[in-house]
C-alpha cells in the first residue's frame, strides 16, 4: 500500500522546515528514537537548542539529552558550545554507504523494545540476566526502573555482552556521579560506554580493567585540558576521551599544554582537532621535548627572515624588456608633463 501526505490541513498550520535527506536514507536505521527526536527539535528551532530545551520537550533529564547528542556530534551533525565543527564526508556512492555501513561496528541505543512480560520472561529463561538484574540494584543501591532493565537485558540478550563486565561498566557509572555528587551523567552513558567497549572488542575482565584504567586518566587529563584551553563544553564526548588520551601515550602534559598555547595563539576560538593537528605534526617530526619546540619555532623564523622577498615592482613584473621606460615615466611626473605609453 502507498502512503501520501495531506498537501493541506492542520499539520502545516505552523510552517515547515527542512529535514537534510540523510536522516531517511541513513539515520533512520542507525539512530534511535530519542536521538531523531532531538535532532527533529534543533532542525525546527533554526538549528539551534539547549539539552534543557530537548530534555523538556522529550520529557528527560538534561544529562540523558547531552548523552542523547553525543551521537550527532560523533557524526558531524551537530557540535556542542566550545567545540569545532566536524565535517565528516558523505559516501559519494550506494556501495561506498553499504561498505561504511558493513565496516561500522558500532551500535546504538535502538534495540528491541520491551515489554515488562519480555523482561520477565528472559529473566526466567536465562540465569545470567536474573543475576545481572540483581547485582545491578545491589550496585547502584536502588531498585531499578523499567528503561534500565530493558537496556540491561538487552545488553546480554541483543548485544552479547558478558554481565560481568555490565557490571564494571555499572560501577564506573556509579563512582563518576558520585565524584560529581549528582547524576551529570544518564543512564544512556551506560551503553554509550558498552558501545565503546564492542567497538574494542574488549570482552574479558582484563581488557575491561584495562579500559576503566584508561578511562579514569582520560577523565583526569580532560577537566585539565578543558580548564587551559578555556572549553565551555565541560563533559567530554567518547572521542574526545580517547583523543587527549592518545596525548598522553605520545606527549607529556608541558608538550600538551604548549600546543593549547599554540592553538589559542592562532584561532579565535577553542579547538581541539587544531591541537591534535600539532601534536600529531610534532610527533612526525620526532619533537618530544619543550627544548625541540624552541628549537622548532628558532628555525621556523630563521628560515622566513632568510626568505628573499620581492619588492612592489618586482613581484608581479613579467620577465623580459619591458614596453615602457620607468626612468622617463618618474621624469616626466616631476615635471608635470603629459606621459606618453
Sequence with gaps: MDYSIVPMGGIWANGSFNVPIAVSDKYIKLASEYQLKAL???????GRSSSAEIAKRLGITASDAEEIMEFWIEEGVAFAEGMEPKTVPVPETKEEDAKAEKTSKKIQITAPTLT????VDAVQENEEIAGLLNEAQVVLGRTLSHNEREMLVNMI??????????????????????KENSRAKGIAYVLKIAQNWLDDGIDTIE????KLMQLEKSN?????????????????????????LAWS????????SAAIEQMKENTPAPSLPYVDKILKSWKKKGIKNLSD???????????????PTKSYYQ???VQGTPSFDLDEIMKNALKNTEIKY
Design 116 to 119: 515488562p512480560k519480555d523482561i
Design 293 to 307: 619546540v624552541e628549537n622548532e619555532s628558532k628555525e621556523f623564523e630563521k628560515n622566513k627572515a632568510e626568505k
Design 220 to 244: 583526569k587529563l580532560w577537566k585539565e585540558v578543558a580548564a587551559l584551553a578555556g572549553i565551555a563544553h565541560k563533559k567530554p564526548t567518547i572521542k574526545q576521551s580517547e583523543m587527549v
Design 40 to 46: 527533529l527539535i534543533i532542525l525546527s528551532s533554526n
Design 315 to 317: 613581484k608581479d613584473r
Design 207 to 210: 581488557a575491561a580493567e584495562e
Design 157 to 178: 540478550d541483543f548485544y552479547g555482552m558478558k554481565s560481568e563486565i555490565v557490571l564494571m561498566i555499572l560501577q564506573y557509572w556509579r563512582s563518576v556521579n558520585e
Design 249 to 256: 601515550n605520545d606527549f607529556s602534559f608541558d608538550m600538551i
